[in-house]
Nanobody, 118 residues
């Protein structure tokens, strides 16, 4: 089992920056891929950025060049962080951390709200 807790959301003006963090605990050695998804109001959940266990990262076209993800490990916790720069109103939504383990089980965090508005 893997437990996920997201943090770092908030209200920011267009052009601003935020840093999201996902703390993964529990069976961290079973973690394979880690990803960030988002869900805008009245829209489906979409993949924003992902990182494989080998370190390969991929980004949605809409965030390339603006968002960057990275992973750190400390004290039995794996952190997936996402730096979000040059934020736009269309980046508004609830951001979810997702983990897939080597047994193909998926885990979701509770989500953190990001609102980009003047």
């Amino acid at each position: 089992q893997v437990q996920l807790v997201e943090s770092g959301g908030g209200l920011v003006q267009p052009g601003g920056s935020l840093r999201l963090s996902c703390a993964a605990s529990g069976s961290i050695f079973s973690i394979n891929h880690m990803s960030w998804y988002r869900q805008a109001p009245e829209k489906g959940r979409e993949l924003v950025a992902a990182r494989t266990s080998g370190g390969t990262t991929t980004y949605a076209d809409s965030v390339k060049g603006r968002f960057t993800i990275s992973r750190d490990i400390a004290k039995n916790t794996v952190y997936l962080q996402m730096n979000m720069n040059s934020l736009k109103p269309e980046d508004t939504g609830v951001y979810y951390c997702n983990v897939n383990d080597y047994g193909a089980r998926g885990y979701w965090g509770q989500g953190t709200q990001v609102t980009v508005s003047s």
